[in-house]
C-alpha cells in the first residue's frame, strides 16, 4: 500500500512538472515559458557583448559570472525536461531536446576548448518555443502549411533547379569562349559564377563583359533571370493555395510531436491520448 502511494505520488510530481516545462496554456506553465525565454534573450546579449573587446576588457569577470549562472539554470531546465517526460532518450533526441543540449554545452567545452563559448548564439534557436508559449496557433499552422507546400514542391523544384544548373553552365561556357582570359573569364568554372550571379541578378561587378557580343549574352541572362526567379514562386504558391486546418499547441506526452489538430483526442503519430 505504502509503494502504490509512492508510485501514484512519484508520477502526480512528474505530471505537475511536465504541466510547466512542457504545456504553455496554464497559468504556471505560461509564466515558466516566458522565464525561460526572458533568460534566453539576456544569455544571447551577454555573449554578443562578451564578444565586443572594449566591453569585455571592462565588465569581463561580470560577463563570465553571468553566463555560467544562465548556463547552470538551462541545465537545471534540462534535466526537469528529461526527467518529467515517459522517455527522456526520445526527448534528448529530439529537435528540441538536442537544441536544449547545444544551448548548455557550449559553456562546459569552453573549460576545455576556448572559444566555443560564442557557439551559445545557438540559443536563439530556443525562441522557436515562443510561438507555442504565446499561443500563436495561427503561426504555428502557418509554418505546418509551408512545410507542407515545400515537400509537395520538392519534384517540382529539382526540376527546375537543373533545369537552372544547365543554362549556367551552357551560358558560361558561352562567356569563357566569347570573352576570354584576357577579360577575367579565365576557366568554365569561373565562367558559370558569372553567370550565377548575373542570372540569379545579385550582380557583384567583380567580372563583366567587355565585347558586344559577351554584353549582348549577358543582356539576355539578366532578362531571363527576372522571370526564372518567379518560377519557384509560383511553383510554392500554388501548393500554399491548399486548405489549411488550425493545429493545436499541445506536445504529445509519449513522442513529444506538436501540430495535433485542435480537435485530436490522440497522437497522430503513435496514439497516446493528449
Given at each position: 500500500m505504502q509503494t502504490e502511494f509512492k508510485e501514484k505520488a512519484e508520477a502526480g510530481w512528474r505530471q505537475r512538472v511536465y504541466e510547466i516545462v512542457f504545456e504553455?496554456?496554464?497559468?504556471?506553465?505560461?509564466?515558466f515559458d516566458i522565464t525561460v525565454i526572458s533568460l534566453i534573450l539576456l544569455s544571447v546579449v551577454t555573449v554578443f557583448l562578451e564578444s565586443v573587446r572594449s566591453i569585455r576588457e571592462v565588465f569581463?569577470?561580470?560577463?563570465?559570472?553571468?553566463?555560467?549562472?544562465?548556463?547552470?539554470?538551462?541545465?537545471?531546465e534540462y534535466i526537469l525536461r528529461l526527467i518529467s517526460v515517459r522517455r527522456p532518450l526520445r526527448y534528448?533526441?529530439?529537435f528540441y531536446g538536442l537544441v536544449d543540449l547545444l544551448a548548455i554545452l557550449p559553456t562546459y567545452l569552453s573549460l576545455f576548448l576556448p572559444g566555443t563559448q560564442y557557439l551559445l548564439v545557438i540559443r536563439?534557436?530556443?525562441?522557436?518555443?515562443?510561438?507555442?508559449?504565446?499561443?500563436?496557433?495561427?503561426?504555428?499552422s502557418?509554418?505546418?502549411?509551408?512545410?507542407?507546400?515545400?515537400r509537395a514542391s520538392k519534384q517540382k523544384?529539382?526540376?527546375?533547379?537543373?533545369?537552372?544548373?544547365?543554362?549556367?553552365?551552357?551560358?558560361?561556357?558561352?562567356?569563357?569562349?566569347?570573352?576570354?582570359?584576357?577579360?577575367?573569364?579565365?576557366?568554365?568554372?569561373?565562367?558559370?559564377?558569372?553567370?550565377?550571379?548575373?542570372?540569379?541578378?545579385?550582380?557583384?561587378?567583380?567580372?563583366?563583359?567587355?565585347?558586344?557580343?559577351?554584353?549582348?549574352?549577358?543582356?539576355?541572362?539578366?532578362?531571363?533571370?527576372?522571370?526564372?526567379?518567379?518560377?519557384?514562386?509560383?511553383?510554392?504558391?500554388?501548393?500554399l493555395t491548399r486548405a489549411a486546418k488550425p493545429v493545436s499547441t499541445h506536445f504529445c506526452p509519449e513522442c513529444h510531436a506538436e501540430?495535433?489538430?485542435?480537435?485530436?483526442?490522440?497522437?497522430?503519430?503513435?496514439g497516446t491520448a493528449l
Open positions: 504553455a496554456e496554464t497559468p504556471a506553465g505560461r509564466i569581463g569577470p561580470e560577463l563570465l559570472i553571468a553566463e555560467w549562472a544562465f548556463t547552470i539554470l538551462f541545465t537545471i534528448a533526441l529530439s536563439i534557436l530556443r525562441l522557436l518555443r515562443i510561438f507555442r508559449i504565446l499561443k500563436l496557433t495561427s503561426y504555428i502557418e509554418g505546418r502549411v509551408i512545410s507542407t507546400a515545400l523544384i529539382t526540376v527546375f533547379l537543373v533545369a537552372v544548373l544547365t543554362i549556367v553552365t551552357v551560358v558560361g561556357s558561352l562567356m569563357y569562349v566569347v570573352e576570354g582570359e584576357e577579360h577575367g573569364f579565365t576557366d568554365i568554372p569561373t565562367s558559370i559564377y558569372w553567370a550565377i550571379v548575373t542570372l540569379t541578378t545579385v550582380g557583384y561587378g567583380d567580372l563583366s563583359p567587355k565585347t558586344g557580343l559577351g554584353k549582348f549574352l549577358a543582356s539576355l541572362v539578366m532578362i531571363m533571370g527576372y522571370g526564372i526567379i518567379a518560377v519557384p514562386t509560383g511553383i510554392v504558391t500554388a501548393e501540430g495535433h489538430d485542435v480537435d485530436a483526442v490522440h497522437c497522430k503519430y503513435c
